[in-house]
């Protein structure tokens, strides 16, 4: 069963656009030819070993042992590879990704089940993988999940997979282009880690290095409860989900309906307490704020001003259908917290905001409040 503590907020982010990104774990409810499953770590070094016939070099690890055979045997290797991770069949609940609306599908994987994932089928309009690699960009990106492998792809024709930590480490800076997608991208919408262990220093580089804070949330999927490893990641800005991968896949089926797939609300009619839009709001000098000025709608949406722990915390109470109340000493940042989940939830709901409420003066005549 998942664990997650702020599930009204991730329920609230699966209603609207995300990035997944994915990595060996996430694929190992899926099966090879063999009728294997995908293996990782160690067990794909045994796989190795055994199919080359390199008992003498068993005392290296994975990325080593890959790169000696690599070395001189660099076709039979890819041949291999490609029978190992091409998927012939795979858990029905990956299925259940299908209802969530995924843009940008990246992933350190070499195996080829998010095509198996997000294939066209009939009757469904669940937005198709397009591989960037082989397509570049499509014409019509709200039609498709853009797939970006950042280790190469078994249907990829050409090019070694990243194994080694060398060409791990300069993937990014070999391919400047992924890098600021990738970047713009983590800030742009909620992003999923599935399968992952962070242990990719390209992608501790793009999450640590870009100068912009992320408004979107950024979720990780720990195989188990960690304390050392649920600091780390909230340092960081992840919320945790804890449980296997199936776990999560069972609990977008129970939690996620088939049809779920929410498009913002586009209501544009003026009435009071309406949260004004970023291009509605007078922009004013972000010190003003910082030198004590009351919180203004553009202070809301400024990514300078940085968002709080408690901003998920609220966000998560409301959507989970309860009340939520804000109390403080003066200038502690009430007024800018409810500012901020205000302008944050408006995106896909109606959102009311008011300094104060009053009595109108007639009707405290009528019902006796004078």
């Known amino acids: 069963m998942l664990k997650v503590e702020k599930a009204g907020l991730l329920k609230a982010d699966l209603s609207r656009g995300v990035n997944l990104f994915t990595g060996a774990g996430f694929s190992t409810l899926a099966r090879n030819s063999f009728g294997e499953t995908l293996p990782v770590g160690d067990g794909l070094k045994t796989l190795l070993v055994k199919e080359f016939s390199l008992d003498e070099y068993s005392s290296l690890d994975l990325a080593s042992l890959y790169a000696v055979i690599l070395s001189d045997r660099r076709h039979a290797l890819r041949r291999y590879l490609e029978r190992v991770f091409t998927v012939k069949t795979y858990e029905p609940k990956y299925d259940y990704l299908r209802r969530i609306n995924t843009e940008f599908f990246y992933t350190t994987n070499i195996d080829d089940l998010p095509f198996h994932i997000f294939n066209a089928r009939q009757n469904d309009s669940t937005r198709i993988l397009h ?10 990106p709200k039609d498709v999940a853009q797939f970006i492998a950042l280790h190469g792809n078994v249907r990829h024709e050409d090019g070694d997979f990243l194994f080694t930590p060398g060409q791990i480490s300069s993937a990014f800076a070999s391919d400047r ?15 999923l880690f599935l399968g992952y262990g962070m242990r990719d220093a390209g992608v501790l580089q793009a999450l640590q290095g870009s100068t912009t804070p992320s408004q979107f949330n950024r979720w990780i999927l720990l195989r188990r409860e960690d304390a050392g490893a649920s600091a780390l990641y909230t340092s960081l800005g992840f919320h945790i989900m804890v449980g296997e991968t199936e776990d999560f896949l069972t609990f977008l089926g129970d939690e996620v309906g088939s049809n779920s797939i929410a498009e913002p609300t586009r209501n544009q009619q003026l009435f009071t307490g309406r949260v004004p839009t970023i291009g509605e709001v007078a922009q004013r000098p972000i010190r003003n704020f910082f030198r004590g000025s009351e919180p203004e709608w553009s202070d809301a949406y400024s990514n300078q001003v940085v968002r709080r722990r408690v901003n998920s915390s609220v966000k998560n109470s409301i959507y989970s259908g ?8 003066p200038l502690s940042g009430k007024t800018t917290i409810l500012k901020q989940v205000a302008a944050e939830i408006a995106a896909d709901r109606p959102v009311l905001y008011f300094d104060r409420i009053e009595v109108d003066p007639s009707v405290r005549t009528v019902f006796g409040f004078e």
């Open 131 to 140: 591989d960037l690699t082989m397509y570049g960009a499509p014409r019509q």
């Open 177 to 191: 282009e992924t890098w600021y997608v990738f970047q713009r991208q983590l800030g742009a919408r909620p992003t």
């Open 322 to 329: 309860r009340h939520v109340a804000i109390v403080g000493l």
